[in-house]
């Protein structure tokens, strides 16, 4: 179970996307609070983690397990803060990550007070008790001396923490992870074991929102062709080499699909206003410094400077850095390498398993 311990007269909400792992966590949290209830959000239309099919298969867990269930419509805030927001990172030639953004403004943020407020007013939250509210992701939470942090979960092929890391540090202590000690074979097996509904379900996918090319539904989104019109490829000397088809269908360290000979090119940078797309060989690639802005800290105390190991992106390894914050919502990070840093993805960093937070790469 998580650190955070509750008793059984603790009010939990369990957000439930319909597959093993949330049905999993209510299941758990079950055998602890005997005030419980599974929630979902409506994101977007048919999206991919909130389907007719798995809020159906959220609904069929909770009634197996007899508690109730509530489904709230958060489409307006969802299409404001993650969809624009994704919409105009690509057309400022930057490549974002929308489930950060939705964990930080939707589901940890927006949606949980949503709820606080609709349990209170329905007489399942008392006046002058704290939800709390638990979700199905593999991470921990854990109190130190210098604050409570997250925790990247045991089970490390499936730790979710990069993309937690924008959770309000005013609210941490109100999240349960019950599956952050759990390995995905556990939890599997648990759920078998019991007669879980959705046991085999599919687990989400990041922009959920977009079914096909992000070209295409940008240019759908903003009813014009901005970021979708042909331009030239040039090398960092200025020289052209060919032509691109959008500055929004590439990335910063991209070598598909660009059409040149003499290669091997990799993207190095993408400018919106010149509509070009600029390549060179590896080693013009990477850099060793660079900012990032929109921070989220979990330090009780914010230090001036720290170091520790920062991941730039989802899968990739923690990389040994140095991280001087110029004020709470920005820094610069000094690695200790060369790297193939992607303006508008997520820089989070960590000490051992503990995330310290982390902020967009400018």
């Not at 005997?34 to 099919?53: F, K, N, Q, T």
């Amino acid at each position: 179970m998580s650190t955070i311990t509750i008793d059984s007269n603790t009010p939990v909400a369990v957000g439930m996307s319909g597959g093993v792992d949330s049905s999993a966590a209510a299941f758990l949290l079950q055998q602890y609070s005997s005030r419980l209830m599974g929630v979902s959000h409506y994101i977007w239309p048919e999206g991919d983690c909130c389907s007719a099919e798995l809020l159906a298969r959220a609904r069929d867990a909770c009634a197996h397990l007899e508690i109730p269930y509530l489904v709230e419509d958060l489409q307006e805030e969802f299409t404001r803060a993650v969809v624009q927001d994704f919409v105009d990172a690509y057309l400022d030639g930057k490549t974002p990550n929308p489930c950060v953004r939705c964990n930080q403004r939707i589901r940890f943020s927006t949606f949980y007070r949503r709820l606080e407020s609709k349990l209170r007013s329905t007489g399942f939250l008392e006046q002058g008790e704290t939800l709390k509210m638990a979700t199905g992701h593999y991470v921990r939470v854990e109190e130190t001396d210098e604050g409570l942090f997250l925790r990247r979960g045991l089970d490390k092929r499936k730790d979710q923490s990069y993309m937690l890391y924008q959770i309000p540090k005013e609210l941490l202590s109100n999240f349960i992870f019950p599956l952050g000690e759990m390995k995905k074979t556990e939890v599997v097996a648990l759920a078998k074991e019991h007669g879980l509904p959705a046991a085999a379900a599919r687990e989400s996918q990041d922009a959920c929102f977009v079914h096909g090319r992000y070209g295409d539904f940008i240019a759908d989104f903003t009813g014009s062709r901005k970021g979708n019109e042909p331009g030239e490829i040039v090398d960092t000397a200025g020289t052209v080499l060919g032509t691109h088809r959008g500055y929004i269908n590439y990335t910063i360290g991209q070598r598909q699909g660009l059409g040149l000979g003499s290669g091997p090119w990799f993207v190095v940078g993408v400018d919106p206003r010149s509509n070009r797309i600029v390549v060179g060989r590896r080693e013009e690639l990477g850099t060793r410094e660079f900012g990032i802005s929109g921070c989220n800290w979990f330090f009780r105390k914010t230090p001036a400077s720290f170091e520790g190991k920062v991941k730039i992106r989802y899968n990739s390894p923690g990389i040994p850095c140095r991280v001087r914050i110029d004020r709470e919502c920005r820094a610069r990070v000094t690695l200790s390498r060369q790297e193939a840093v992607t303006p508008g993805q997520s820089a989070v960093f960590y000490r051992e398993d503990l995330v310290l937070g982390g902020g967009i790469i400018d």
